[in-house]
T-cell receptor, first 111, second 117 residues
């Protein structure tokens, strides 16, 4: 399985933008990049996904490098409720396969 | 849409006992997944069903573990002869079959936290 690398933790101030990086240098052409997050004491929840182009939705933006070997999840204005573990996952063919989670990045948001 | 529900939310058992967890997926979701998560780690895939058929099982799923989805709706995960190493959060997720209009996103339940003493 293609692997992703993320920093263990990051800190942000409330209402400031947050850029969460993910490296996936062994990504294959059909791997979609998915982001999930896990709030304390909850199951993971979907955030966003993309293949080649940058993507925006109501939760976040996803910026994908031109060579697709890295991506960045952007939270435009962090709130205290965004404190969570963020997982970057490669999903082959965007199919309904199992998700392979790594360790993720624990985001701490300071008031 | 009430989301994925899991019962019980917490379970404490003694080593050697059997336990069973239930997952009720979002209605009309064809796919159902089980994952296990230990403290400080990301979830690990255990198995998944498409309707009532169990299509894939991880090597983590030892012969003490069995999962069923008898009518393609709810699912149960049973652990026989529990060991202390089975202590973890057991997560269930469901997803629809992807179409041009529907994204195949996994929706997770809140999990069942198991503690084996």
């Amino acid at each position: 399985d293609a692997k992703t690398t993320q920093p263990n933790s990051m800190e942000s101030n409330e209402e400031e933008p947050v850029h969460l990086p993910c490296n996936h240098s062994t990504i294959s052409g059909t791997d979609y990049i998915h982001w999930y997050r896990q709030l304390p004491s909850q199951g993971p929840e979907y955030v966003i996904h993309g293949l080649t182009s940058n993507v925006n939705n109501r939760m976040a933006s996803l910026a994908i490098a031109e060579d697709r070997k890295s991506s960045t999840l952007i939270l435009h204005r962090a709130t205290l409720r965004d404190a969570a573990v963020y997982y970057c996952i490669l999903n082959p063919n965007n199919a309904g396969n199992m998700l392979t989670f790594g360790g993720g990045t624990r985001l701490m948001v300071k008031p | 849409d009430t989301g994925v529900s899991q019962n019980p939310r917490h379970k404490i058992t003694k080593r050697g006992q059997n336990v069973t967890f239930r997952c009720d997926p979002i209605s009309e979701h064809n796919r159902l997944y089980w994952y296990r998560q230990t403290l400080g780690q990301g979830p690990e895939f255990l198995t998944y069903f498409q309707n009532e058929a169990q299509l894939e099982k991880s090597r983590l799923l030892s012969d003490r573990f069995s999962a069923e989805r008898p009518k393609g709706s709810f699912s149960t995960l049973e652990i026989q002869r529990t060991e202390q190493g089975d202590s973890a959060m057991y997560l269930c997720a469901s997803s629809p079959l992807a179409t041009s209009l529907v994204r195949e996103t996994q929706y997770f339940g809140p999990g069942t936290r198991l503690l084996v003493l």
